[in-house]
């Protein structure tokens, strides 16, 4: 054991460990300007820009939007229960899926409210008839897969746990079979992020002793997910990759089984994620939505019994910053698809700090490339290239030619002059 081993080891023994997960003392200014990106976000209050996670990440942070938030809760409220409760069926694609439904009641538990009344009591059943679609898809022998994911799975089990409603033992079973047999979560990508999501929804129901007949079960594969977690990180520290590791330290900061190796492991997690935002990787709403209650020591977890009194330091909107010295000039990206046939491949000229999209978009004015998009959490999410669309376990990848899939999104990615980029369909 080395020098720090042995400190972690007496930290332990002072039973200062449980909190090692926890990221304390990160400087002030950090943490508010990245709340600050989320202030413009909270203006738009279109149905397809509503973002529930948005609202958690706030509430479970050490910040707050003033009269903005309520606004903002109150526009979730408006727009989700008129496309869930509502009988018209005629543009069910607009519908909330599993997921949004789960991360609604999430953002109204932030709120200390919990769900009841009638209208609330349908969006409860909704929500318990979507992932008990699922559980038919998944199958008796679970060989299928859930149409969503196992973690809008996770997610929607969480979000009824915080509200103390019970799922069924043989919904939750099935979530319990894809980690105990890891090879359902390993195949998709991600399997982090997933993981993380599915040890909440199990560390909630632990601690809520909902049910009871499946507790062992829950604490062993609450084990699991952890080492499977702590076993995932990079030599640069990361669980996954830089942006699973905010929802992966969410998880193991509710560990109820601390450890000298979990200690260390979080220490060097902390230090990269601290880097990481140091070196602005948080820009995207959704990923400062699942950073931000790490910085204020809460997890998703907390929302069993939230603390909605705690004072939160009042978000000024970010002072404009004029000479953001803007290198002028033109960069070369190569758009490659190799996916379809004939194959393209174009170079394209765009202003430096383009973003991707901007590449797809110049590419579509000036040649035969053609995209389709659609709004998600995340943002724009490419669904078709050439007309071709993603079917049901595809998806349009994007990749830094060799071979490097980007850890971001075509809206958030921005490419360095002479890059190449390949967009390839793929199974998950
Ligand atoms: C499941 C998942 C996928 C699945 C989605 C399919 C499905 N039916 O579920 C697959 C494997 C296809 C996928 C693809 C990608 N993903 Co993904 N994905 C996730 C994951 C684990 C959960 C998303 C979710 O269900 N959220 C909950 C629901 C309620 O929200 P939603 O907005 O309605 O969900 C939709 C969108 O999230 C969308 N989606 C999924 N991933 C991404 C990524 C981006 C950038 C966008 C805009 C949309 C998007 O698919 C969801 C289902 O429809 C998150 C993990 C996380 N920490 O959030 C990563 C995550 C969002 N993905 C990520 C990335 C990078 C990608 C890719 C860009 C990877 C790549 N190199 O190609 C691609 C998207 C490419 C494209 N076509 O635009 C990153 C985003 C990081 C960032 N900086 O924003 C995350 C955080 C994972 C990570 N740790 O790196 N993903």
């Known amino acids: 054991m080395g020098c720090l081993g042995a400190l972690l080891f007496l930290l332990g023994g002072l039973g200062a460990l449980a ?3 926890e990221i304390t003392e990160v400087d002030s ?19 397809e820009q ?15 939007a003033g009269a903005k938030e309520a606004h903002y809760l109150h526009s979730l409220k408006l727009s989700y229960q008129q496309s869930l409760l509502s009988n018209d069926n005629s543009d069910s694609e607009a519908k909330p899926s599993m997921g949004q439904l789960a991360l609604y009641l999430l953002a109204l538990r932030a709120n200390c409210e919990f769900v009841g009344g009638r209208k609330g009591d349908r969006l409860v059943s909704q929500l318990k008839r979507f992932l008990e679609d699922e559980k038919g898809a998944i199958g008796h022998n679970h060989q299928g897969h859930p149409h969503t994911s196992y973690y809008q799975y996770s997610l929607g089990i969480l979000a009824l746990c915080v509200h103390q409603k019970r799922v069924h033992d043989s919904v939750l079973g099935k979530l319990l079979y ?5 090879q359902h979560l390993q195949q998709g990508h ?6 993380a999501m599915a040890g909440l929804a199990f560390s909630c129901l632990k601690l809520s002793n909902l049910n009871p007949n499946q507790r062992n079960r829950i604490t062993v594969a609450l084990g699991r997910v952890q080492e499977k977690i702590l076993k995932a990180q990079t030599p640069e520290g990361h669980f996954g ?11 193991l900061m509710a560990s109820l089984r601390p450890t000298v190796e979990l200690g260390t492991a979080c220490l060097k997690a902390k230090a990269a994620l601290l880097a990481s935002l140091q070196h602005k990787a948080f820009q995207n709403p959704l990923m400062i939505s699942q950073m931000l209650p ?39 990206v190569t758009l490659k698809v190799s996916s379809i046939s004939p194959s393209y491949r174009h170079s394209v000229s765009v202003p430096v700090s383009s973003s991707l ?24 999410y490419l669904t078709s290239v050439m007309g071709k669309k993603a079917g049901e376990r595809e998806f349009w990848q994007l990749l830094r030619a060799p071979d490097t899939p980007l850890l971001q999104g075509i809206a958030d990615y921005r490419p360095r002059d002479g890059e190449a980029i390949e967009l390839r369909l793929v199974g998950w």
């Open 19 to 21: 909190r090692i997960c």
């Open 29 to 47: 200014t950090l943490v508010e300007r990245l709340g600050q990106h989320l202030l413009p976000w909270m203006d738009r209050l279109s149905p």
């Open 50 to 64: 509503l973002n529930p996670s948005i609202y958690v990440g706030l509430r479970l942070s050490s910040l707050q």
């Open 178 to 182: 894809a980690v105990e047999h890891e």
């Open 190 to 195: 991600f399997p982090v992020d997933t993981l």
């Open 241 to 251: 990759n830089v942006y699973s590791t905010p929802l992966a330290l969410q998880l």
């Open 294 to 332: 790490i910085l204020n020591q809460k997890s998703y977890v907390d929302l069993i019994s939230p603390d909605c009194e705690a004072p939160r330091v009042l978000l000024e909107p970010a002072t404009e910053t004029p000479s953001q010295t803007q290198v002028p000039g033109f960069i070369h």
């Open 357 to 380: 999209e901007d590449v797809l978009k110049k590419a579509q004015e000036h040649s035969r490339f053609r995209y389709g998009t659609q709004a998600s959490l995340s943002g724009p």
